[in-house]
């Protein structure tokens, strides 16, 4: 307690008290308060800020002092900027989807560097095509033709089915008339994915004429093997769910699920050259041979 009154805390303290009662005699003479003395001192910056920005907005705002035709052209300036920067944001999601297209056809030509590619995006699909099928904005005049595997980075989507000059229609990996060449990487056995209404109703593919001792199991990943020169080797396919009995004899069948969202594919690649393209395809069974054919109906 000594130290305090010895201390320069005393000091401030009477320095303090000295100042209120400054104010107190001073409030009390004016004929105001200290308290409402106060508040004048802390909001008076805040007011003269106040007044400053309404003024502003005011006179930005005083339509009144513009004329008729003044007002006019304010208008259409107004509505050619926003037009400006409408374009302006078509543009950037325009280069933007540009430049998506170029990083995914970067990465798969990395993988697969002998195929040659091209960019394109879906720009339609059919509402009453239950196999999902779609068209896109590429075609004949960017070297599209029909049978040209249709890919993203998440694997095989289709193949070109029509073609036209600016645009092709693309058949959907969930088609019942697309069969695909396929192989087990984990176990090497080999097989050919189809569809049905079944199927692609679930989204899912089928890999069938597995052989009764099949070893394939749930997690194990399908790809395109390249036989018969309809699609490059190593494409992703998807990935085993299950293995399932035959119901029309003692062979056996996977269902995949492929990796792409077929049904929401927006943009892809389409091969239009690759290594071995256009060989002998294989003989594959027909129509009354095929037990997805059957399940079809």
């Known amino acids: 307690m000594k130290d305090f009154f010895k201390g320069s805390s005393l000091k401030v303290l009477i320095i303090a008290v000295v100042v209120l009662l400054g104010l107190v005699i001073y409030t009390a003479t004016a004929g105001g308060s200290i308290v409402a003395g106060l508040l004048g001192f802390v909001s008076a910056p805040m007011q003269s800020i106040a007044t400053d920005v309404t003024g502003n907005v005011t006179e930005f705002f005083d339509l009144e002092s513009y004329s008729k035709e ?24 325009e280069k933007k989807r540009e430049n998506e297209q170029l990083k995914q056809q970067l990465e798969i030509a990395q993988l697969e560097p002998e195929n040659e590619m091209r960019s394109a995006s879906v720009i339609g699909r059919d509402p009453n095509d239950v196999f999902s099928g779609f068209s896109i904005d590429k075609g004949s005049l960017a070297g599209v033709s029909v049978g040209d595997p249709v890919i993203t980075n998440q694997g095989l989507v289709g193949v070109v ?9 693309v058949t959907c990996l969930l088609s019942e008339d697309l069969q695909v060449a396929a192989v ?12 049905n209404i079944m199927t692609a109703s679930s989204g899912l593919l089928r890999l069938n004429y597995l052989s009764s001792e099949t070893q394939l199991e749930a997690g194990d990943i399908i790809t ?8 490059p080797p190593n494409i ?16 056996k069948y996977a ?18 050259s690759f290594p071995g393209k256009g060989e002998e395809a294989p003989v594959l069974p027909t129509d009354e041979e095929d037990p997805t054919k059957e399940d079809a109906e």
Not at 255 to 272: C, N, R, T
């Open 70 to 93: 003044e007002l006019k052209e304010l208008v259409d300036r107004l509505q050619q900027e926003r037009s400006a920067l409408a374009q302006q944001l078509v543009d950037y999601e």
């Open 161 to 169: 089915s029509q073609v036209y000059a600016t645009s092709s229609m």
């Open 184 to 195: 087990s990487i984990d176990r090497e056995e080999s097989g050919v994915v189809t569809s």
């Open 224 to 231: 395109t093997s390249g036989a018969g020169g309809s699609f």
């Open 236 to 251: 992703i396919i998807g990935e085993v769910q299950s293995v399932e009995k035959s119901e029309y004899d003692i062979s």
């Open 255 to 272: 269902v995949v699920k492929p990796y792409e969202d077929l049904a929401h594919v927006q943009d892809v690649q389409v091969i239009v």
